[in-house]
């Protein structure tokens, strides 16, 4: 069973920085797709950032340019970077995968496992 684990969030004001953490256990699939999510309240949840075990890459118009992310060599730990955050970066950030396929794209959200979140919080 897949498990996955956020940490990392937190509070900061405008135009810094914070890098979240995904542990993933129980995962040992060749082909999968990973990505970061959050939703803000009163907002739909939106995809931002998605990567392919072949480690492609797709990332939301939002925050391209500011946001990467990246898996450590043992794949076990997803991270999100995020640079010159913004208020409107406030949310529920969540870290979810799947092993059916790769990516299609960032804001494709159909993923088997999900993280419990990490709260972002973005002062101007």
């Known amino acids: 069973q897949v498990q996955l684990v956020e940490s990392g969030g937190g509070s900061v004001q405008a135009g810094g920085s914070l890098r979240l953490s995904c542990a993933a256990s129980g995962y040992t699939y060749s082909s999968y797709c990973m990505g970061w999510l959050r939703q803000a309240p009163g907002k739909e949840r939106e995809g931002v950032a998605a990567?392919?075990?072949?480690?492609?890459?797709s990332y939301a118009d939002s925050v391209k340019g500011r946001f990467t992310i990246s898996q450590d060599n043992t794949k076990n730990t997803l991270f999100l970077q995020m640079n010159s955050l913004k208020p409107e970066d406030t949310a529920m950030y969540y870290c979810a995968a799947r092993t059916w396929g790769g990516c299609i794209n960032v804001y494709d959200q159909r993923y088997d496992d999900w993280g419990q979140g990490t709260q972002v919080t973005v002062s101007s």
């Open positions: 990567i392919d075990s072949d480690g492609s890459t």
